[in-house]
């Protein structure tokens, strides 16, 4: 049925992907540019492209090399930052059960950050998101962050690239994300509260550790007070909508089939 | 200490263990079993706490993790536009175009 109506599948999910990919290109750009900096030849920076597949972890190694970092503390470090990726995955394993195991490879293989965010949008809000969609998806991000990365090492240092501004094309690209997530008062509040224990807990760890920490505990907060409120105040203020401006029908929780 | 190929590569294999390993371990195990109502109801909470997170530490953490309290005011007031704008349209593409302008004539001004 979809792909009658909307054309082959490649180009529904370019649809979704491509606000991502254009955000990628600037910032793929820069970390190749990054990388050569730090020493990283054009192939190795494909290979870290495609193998490790995370901005985070392709700008922490730039940097790492270039204050001369053992080994096995940059290793060390990227794990710590890659943590996170469980509580996605984690997440995200509901919508993608009796997926066989060589679909789960590739599907684990290519996620990060960004392209999590899109897919659990649209698993949330579309019932007809499929995980081969949710791959593409994936496959979209991969491209478009492999190749500018590569020819960001091609440029290497010919291009200064001011890395606050370019960085913001992620941030906003997150901003925009939980502006989608905040449907309740209660989210609202959480949102507030991871922000504050993100602080914290980085000054704490002095490393991206602080991000899971927070996230763990924010998230299980929200949990904890939403089944205490549904329980004993039903109709407390915190279970309260946010308002919506574009009145798009939402899809309830209950249709999608966890 | 200086790095050759080799070096750059042992970083690139194992870099790749241990980012596969986190993406790769509760997708199976989860995705196989039955995963219980509660369980579900954390890891909804799991997105915007995350990327709050992140966005906080793009903002307000500098690379030696120390809290920026003075300063990224073009990020602070980009932010904010970004914000208004996904609420209102609703439209990744739109937030993140508008995003980037603004903070780029923002480190201008500021």
């Known amino acids: 049925m979809k792909q009658l109506e909307n054309g082959p599948q490649w180009r529904v999910t370019l649809k979704e992907a491509w606000p991502l990919c254009l955000s990628y290109t600037p910032i793929g750009l820069a970390c190749g540019i990054l990388l050569h900096a730090a020493g990283f030849n054009t192939i190795l920076t494909g290979l870290v492209s495609v193998f490790v597949f995370s901005g985070g972890a392709q700008f922490m190694i730039a940097q790492m090399l270039t204050t001369t970092a053992p080994i096995l503390t940059i290793i060390l470090m990227l794990f710590f930052l890659e943590l996170r990726y469980a509580l996605l995955g984690s997440s995200l394993a509901g919508y993608l059960k009796g997926q066989n195991h060589r679909f789960l490879f590739f599907f684990a293989i290519s996620m990060n950050d960004e392209n999590y965010a899109i897919n659990y949008l649209k698993f949330v809000t579309d019932r007809n998101w499929t995980p081969k969609d949710a791959l593409q998806v994936e496959h979209w991000s991969l491209l478009v962050w492999t190749v500018s990365n590569v020819i960001g090492s091609l440029i290497g240092s010919a291009v200064k690239i001011d890395l606050t501004v370019v960085n913001f094309a992620l941030t906003a690209l997150f901003l925009y994300m939980i502006v989608m997530q905040i449907k309740t008062r209660l989210i609202l509040l959480i949102s507030v509260i991871a922000g504050i224990l993100a602080v914290f807990f980085m000054l704490l760890t002095k490393s991206t550790l602080g991000l899971v920490i927070s996230t763990l505990i924010a998230s299980f907060l929200g949990f904890m007070i939403e089944s205490y409120v549904t329980k004993r105040w039903p109709n407390s203020h915190l279970l309260y909508k946010i308002h919506d401006p574009s009145g798009q029908p939402e899809v309830d929780k209950e249709d999608i089939e966890i | ?110």
């Open chain 2, 1 to 110: 200490m200086h790095y050759s190929v080799t070096d750059h590569l042992l970083i690139v294999i194992l870099g790749f263990f241990v980012a596969f390993g986190p993406r790769y371990i509760p997708i199976l195990f989860f995705s196989n079993r039955k995963i219980p109502e509660w369980f579900n109801d954390w890891m909804k909470y799991v997105p915007v706490s995350l990327f709050t997170a992140i966005v906080v530490k793009d903002i307000f953490i500098s690379g030696t993790y120390h809290f920026i309290s003075s300063g990224n005011f073009d990020l602070i007031l980009a932010s904010v536009i970004v914000i208004i704008i996904s609420y209102w349209t609703r439209s990744m593409a739109i937030s993140v175009v508008f995003g980037l302008v603004a903070v780029m004539l923002l480190s201008m001004v500021i």
